[in-house]
């Protein structure tokens, strides 16, 4: 079972040959969160909107958009770990309903 919440959407921008967004991108899996990938390598318009969003164009970074507000999370250790705590909260919540 994939874990998100409705009102939390996530986008990771990386690139397939950066080791730490290869590390980010296994612990998705190992998590199992749905997260969209978007390869800034291959798709010029997602490298625009990390500039622009982010601020910058470094990878791995976690674009978290949840009620409305977007915020951009970098570096593969701090992303994993806030996946890993939402994933915790999302699944403590869905045992309480």
């Keep these: 079972m994939s874990v998100s919440s409705p009102t939390t959407s996530f986008s990771l921008y990386h690139y397939r040959a950066c080791p730490f967004c290869a590390y980010t991108r296994s612990a998705m899996k190992h998590i199992d969160i749905a997260v969209e990938e978007r390869d800034i390598a291959r798709n010029p318009a997602y490298r ?19 009620n409305g507000k977007v915020r951009w999370l970098y570096e593969s250790q701090d992303i994993v770990h806030y996946l890993q705590r939402h994933a915790a909260q999302t699944a403590d919540h869905e045992q309480t309903l």
């Design 48 to 66: 625009a909107e990390l500039i622009k969003g982010g601020g910058r164009a470094q990878v791995p970074c976690l674009r978290i958009e949840s």
